[in-house]
């Protein structure tokens, strides 16, 4: 029998990126030579590399977003002006230096840029004010406002004041004033007034009222006031 029932992994070709498994000869030298108790052994040993590896993943993300977020603390003070050659800029855009505008850069019209820092591959709306701030990857509908402080890959709806902290991969609706904080992932829906804390991952449903502390994955149905 052997252990040449291992040949059989590339099958797991088709997985998701969760399910990828890396397997060392150390892992398997207790599996077993093969039959029903051998399998079972390599079966368990995956499932347990499986979950180690998305603890390590997690660990990793909460890691990356604590060092985003100290670095684009740190970049506020920007002092040296410069505009990277292939940003795009609609008719009457402002930008009043110093600004660091990076690659790919989308400024829409009438929108006015002062002492931001704006990393490659952001798209800001027309009639935007962006004012002291960084951001990076982030979509911002029209009529955005924004003096805090928008993690990467943040998205914005349109008519929202933004003063507070937004975190990375964060979504906020349209028509929204943020002076707290929202979290990494956080949903945050339309016609809502943000002062308090919304945790990593929570949803909030619109037209409401966050004032307190909504707790990491929560979710907060339409029209509430917390």
């Known amino acids: 029998g052997g252990r040449g029932g291992r040949g059989g992994r590339g099958g797991r070709g088709h997985a998701g990126e969760e399910d990828v ?3 060392n000869e150390n892992d398997l030298e207790n599996e ?5 108790e051998g399998e079972a052994a390599r079966r368990k040993n995956r499932q347990r590399q499986i979950k180690r590896n998305k603890k390590k993943q997690n660990a990793k993300n909460e890691t990356d977003g604590a060092e985003d977020d100290e670095e684009d603390d740190e970049a506020t003070g920007v002092t040296e002006h410069f505009v990277h050659p292939s940003v795009e800029t609609g008719p009457h855009c402002t930008i009043i230096p110093p600004c660091h505008i990076g690659e790919k850069v989308v400024l829409g019209a009438h929108s006015v840029i002062e002492k931001a820092i704006i990393r490659k591959n952001t798209r800001v709306g027309p009639h ?3 004012l002291g701030t960084v951001m990076a990857q982030a979509e911002l509908g029209a009529h955005v406002n924004v003096e805090g402080t928008v993690g990467h890959g943040v998205s914005i709806g349109p008519n929202t004041v933004v003063s507070g902290k937004v975190q990375r991969k964060a979504i ?3 028509n929204c004033t943020i002076t707290g ?3 990494v992932g956080a ?3 339309s016609n809502c007034v943000v002062s308090g804390d919304v945790g990593n991952g929570a949803c909030v449903g619109h037209n ?4 307190g502390k909504v707790q990491k994955e929560e979710v907060i149905k339409a029209n509430s006031t917390v």
């Open 208 to 211: 409401s009222s966050i004032e």
């Open 172 to 174: 906020v609706g349209p």
């Open 21 to 23: 498994v890396v397997v």
């Open 181 to 183: 904080h929202v979290g």
């Open 128 to 130: 935007c004010k962006i």
């Open 32 to 36: 077993g030579e093969g039959g029903e």
């Open 187 to 189: 949903v945050v829906g």
